[in-house]
């Protein structure tokens, strides 16, 4: 898993680096950021060869902040998770789902964490997203 966390902290900073990737969502990276963050970190991770993951997105009892990371096989993989003030890590990869069962207080989605799966707006608004993040990526 040490290939699947380099792989998703060099996408993560090409998020970073690239001055426009298109989506209001992604002005602010991490903050806000996990909805579609997730499905264009899944695009990306099947391409370099690390399997189909899956999109998981949330609410947490109380305040009802909702959250979005990506599973695949008991690993959680989160990209955008240190938007929360008691998260410091950049990349959070475990088998622990203590933290992220918090939002599964409601849970709203399981999807393949690609972009395709969306409705036509939102899958063209992804594309155009992950065709500037991976041309940062690339550039590197």
């Keep these: 898993m040490n290939d699947v966390r380099a792989a998703a902290a060099a996408f993560r900073q090409a998020i970073i680096d690239c ?3 298109g989506l209001i969502s ?3 990276f991490p903050n806000g950021s996990c909805g579609d963050a997730s499905p264009l970190l ?3 991770l ?3 060869g690390h399997g189909e993951w899956v999109y998981v997105s949330g609410c947490r009892k109380g305040d009802y902040h909702s959250h979005a990371w990506l599973e695949q096989d008991g690993w959680l993989l989160d990209i955008t998770a240190d938007q929360f003030p008691d998260v410091d890590e950049s990349v959070v990869l475990t088998q622990d789902g203590t933290w992220h069962g918090q939002f599964l207080h409601r849970p709203m989605k399981r999807l393949p964490a ?4 969306w409705d036509e707006y939102t899958t063209q608004n992804l594309t155009d ?3 500037k ?3 940062v990526y690339e550039r590197r």
Excluded at 114 to 117: A, E, H, M, P
Aim: hydrophobic fraction near 40%.
């Design 114 to 117: 690609r972009i395709d799966v």
């Design 42 to 44: 899944g695009q990306f």
């Design 129 to 131: 997203a992950y065709g």
């Design 26 to 28: 992604l002005r602010d």
């Design 46 to 48: 099947q391409e370099q």
């Design 133 to 135: 993040i991976m041309a």
């Design 19 to 21: 001055p426009d990737a």
